[in-house]
């Protein structure tokens, strides 16, 4: 056997327990501890290469319960090669000895230590956790399809490589589905971390457990991403279990820390379904939050349709827009008023998204659209269209710009062209005064004001008020006793 020569104290830091026969191994330090175990780096020096021995801690080595569980911890992750699950490669099971295995060395940080990084550097790391958690689903959907519940799904069980490498760990708890209680033998204890366990483990309902209990754990999970915090909060152990039997639970958008950030309601949704008291009421299975976790970050989630009749208007003209639309199926033309007659934009088909601008901006809509044939639209509201802006803030800042450029140039256009028509009416009113006014005192020329208007508001189809506003503003002209009169220029 190879051994470390005299036995030395337990200091915690160093391996001190025996070493299993043919084990030919060096220890490199403390990696880190829990309540049953120790993790050493060590280096093997029959395969040449740096792995992390797992050993139970000395004074659990007599207790069967925690044997048992050490060893089946092993065993259960021995079994489930997947790439975000760490291998173990050997197991030593000398109980008057040793009960150790060794397992691939994890670099990195846990999730839980790159949360609480982010969150005091201000950094909103959103989108980076919510990969994280994509893989974890994964590395749960595999140990589900082989029969095994993880049992203990928290941040810190989960570590992140330099590289990008992502391993769920810690099996400790996990447990067959096999080997589960019937309702009768069930002994009622409980197991796991109080602040993201599922109703049913926290009351000790083991024979309930399920695959949905992993759900609810990742539900947890996702909460402490967006709240900063996990879902039962207390100041002891024994609080938090209490809140976790209860199972109520305060949406995350309302005890965030970030409160002054606009949380996506999309994730707030999938967080409190999976954070369902009944099981039934969850995703059924990872798969499914896992469905829902990348269509929030491909921005591709299920918008609402609606279906409009041919020549049928969607948005009007001076609207004030809170959706955005899609075209599914269908075409449509954009059209405004332009010196009081209707124009056509454009024509717009399946693909092609329209009403952006006057959402994005608040401005009224510059145009009106509407169905050539039945057309079906997604509906894109005002928050969602936000939500998928402020993926990152300098798209944002870019696309709110542009749109507001366009309206820029689109209102100088249309003031250019009002005035355009404006001017006609004083053109129209001095070629009126020219053939059908009549003399008066002071070299003025005077005309029934009346009848003129009616005839401007005729020609022009400006309003009479924007008619009378023109005028008034024209050097010489004045309204008296229902008579136009123009003076003569001053020289």
């Known amino acids: 056997m190879f051994g470390f020569g005299k036995k030395r104290p337990d200091d915690g830091q160093s391996l001190t327990q025996p070493i299993p026969a043919g084990w030919e191994i060096v220890d490199l330090g403390l990696l880190g501890a829990g309540g049953m175990s120790r993790v050493y780096r060590v280096r093997d020096e029959t395969l ?3 792995v992390a021995f797992k050993a139970l801690r000395p004074e659990l080595m007599k207790e069967d319960l925690a044997l048992n569980r050490f060893i089946e911890e092993a065993r259960i992750t021995a079994q489930l090669d997947h790439p975000n699950i760490p291998a173990v490669y050997a197991l030593a099971t000398d109980k008057k000895k040793s009960t150790c295995f060794t397992m691939k060395v994890l670099e990195g940080s846990s999730l839980q230590q790159i949360l609480e990084q982010n969150e005091k550097e201000g950094i909103d790391g959103l989108f980076s956790a919510l990969d994280v958690m994509v893989r974890v689903c994964d590395a749960i959907s595999f140990a589900h399809a082989r029969g095994v519940l993880h049992l203990d799904l928290k941040p810190s069980n989960v570590m992140v490589g330099e590289y990008g490498q992502i391993y769920v760990v810690d099996w400790g708890l996990a447990l067959r589905k096999a080997n589960l209680p019937s309702k009768e033998k069930d002994d009622g204890s409980s197991f796991g971390t109080p602040a993201y366990m599922a109703p049913e483990q926290a009351r000790g309902q ?3 457990l399920d695959e949905r209990s992993d759900v609810f754990a990742l539900g947890g999970m996702l909460y402490r991403i967006l709240a900063g915090r996990p879902p039962y909060l207390d100041k002891t152990s024994n609080g938090t279990r209490a809140l976790a039997i209860e199972a109520v639970i305060q949406p995350p958008d309302q005890v965030a820390k970030r409160g002054a950030q606009s949380m996506p309601r999309r994730l707030v949704a999938i967080c409190m379904k999976a954070l369902s008291v009944a099981p039934e009421d ?5 798969a499914e939050i896992k469905r829902e976790l990348e269509d929030f970050i491909r921005g591709t989630a299920q918008l609402p349709r ?3 009749q041919t020549g049928e208007a969607i948005v009007r003209e001076g609207e004030i827009g809170d ?5 599914l199926d269908g075409h449509c033309q954009a059209t405004r008023v332009v010196a009081g007659k209707t124009q056509m934009l454009r ?11 006057a959402v994005l901006t608040g ?7 509407t169905a050539l044939l039945d057309t079906t639209v997604a509906v894109v509201d005002r928050l969602f269209l936000q939500e998928e802006m402020e993926r990152t803030s300098f798209m944002a800042l870019a696309i709110r710009t542009v749109a507001s450029s366009f309206l820029d140039l689109n209102a100088q256009t249309t003031a250019l062209l009002e005035e355009q028509r404006l001017g006609k009416v004083v053109d129209l009113t001095l070629r009126h005064l020219a053939l059908m006014g009549v003399d008066g005192p002071g070299g003025t020329r005077r005309t029934p004001w009346t009848s003129l208007l009616t005839k401007l508001v005729s020609d022009t189809g400006l309003t009479a008020e924007a ?3 023109r005028l008034d503003r024209q050097p010489g002209f004045e309204i008296v006793n229902d008579q136009l009169v123009l003076k003569p220029s001053v020289k």
């Open 347 to 357: 024509l717009i088909g399946p693909g092609e998204m329209f009403g952006e601008t």
């Open 363 to 369: 401005s009224p809509r510059s145009a009106t659209v």
């Open 467 to 469: 008619i009378s506003e």
């Open 323 to 327: 959706a955005a639309y899609v075209i």
């Open 282 to 286: 969850r995703y059924q299975d990872v």
């Open 48 to 50: 040449g290469r740096e």
């Open 206 to 208: 083991n024979h309930a």
């Open 306 to 308: 609606m279906v409009f």
